[in-house]
Every structure is written in C-alpha cells, then in structure tokens.
C-alpha cells in the first residue's frame, strides 16, 4: 500500500476540520482574526499550547499538542490552508459585497 503524499494528508485533515469539526471556511471568516490561523499553526507545530490563540477551546489545543511532531504538521498545514480560504472568502467579500 502506498503511502499518501503530504498534501494529500493535509487535504485530509483540513477536510475532517470542516465536516467533523465544523471548522467551515464561513466559520473561520467569522471567528479568527488576522493571523490566529497562522499563530495556531505555529504552536502546533511547537506544541506549545501557551502559543495557541486565547480564544481557543483549551481541551482541542490539548489534543493538539498531545499528538506526535508528524501529526502537528499535518494540522498546521491544514490551519495554513484555512488561513488562505479565509482571506480568500474576505477578499470575495470586499470586493463583491452584494455576495
């Protein structure tokens, strides 16, 4: 069985971000400001939970930073890509407000 390629696992995780966690490209427009996807993304790669956005669910950073280093690249990969989808839903936005 081959193994799946690094993107392929972050498409993945960032697909179970929206369907198992509600964590939807709306969601993220809504409830993170500028750079708390990328802060987040650090520290779960460091596993630092005291890095994590103070808004954040303490049990979810936890669980986060409780995983092996290879899991918290796959998770912060996919908070990257959650981070591209909501600039890109703002600029959607900003420049077609009618939507």
């Known amino acids: ?3 799946k390629t690094g993107i ?7 697909q179970e971000q929206i ?6 490209i709306a ?7 500028a750079e708390e996807l990328i802060t987040a993304a650090h520290a779960a ?6 890095q994590f ?5 303490l049990v979810a950073i936890q669980k986060i930073c409780d995983k092996p280093y290879k899991e918290r690249l796959i998770i912060a990969g996919a908070l990257i890509a959650a981070e591209i ?9 900003t420049l077609n407000p009618a939507q």
Do not use: C, F, V, Y
Not at 8 to 14: D, Y
Not at 19 to 24: D, N, P, Y
């Open 53 to 57: 956005p103070a808004s954040w669910d």
């Open 27 to 33: 969601w993220d427009a809504d409830r993170n400001s």
């Open 8 to 14: 392929e696992l972050i498409a993945k995780e960032r």
């Open 85 to 93: 989808d909501r600039l890109q839903a703002i600029d959607s936005t």
């Open 45 to 50: 790669i460091d596993a630092d939970d005291g």
């Open 19 to 24: 369907e198992k966690h509600g964590r939807t």
């Open 1 to 3: 069985m081959e193994k």
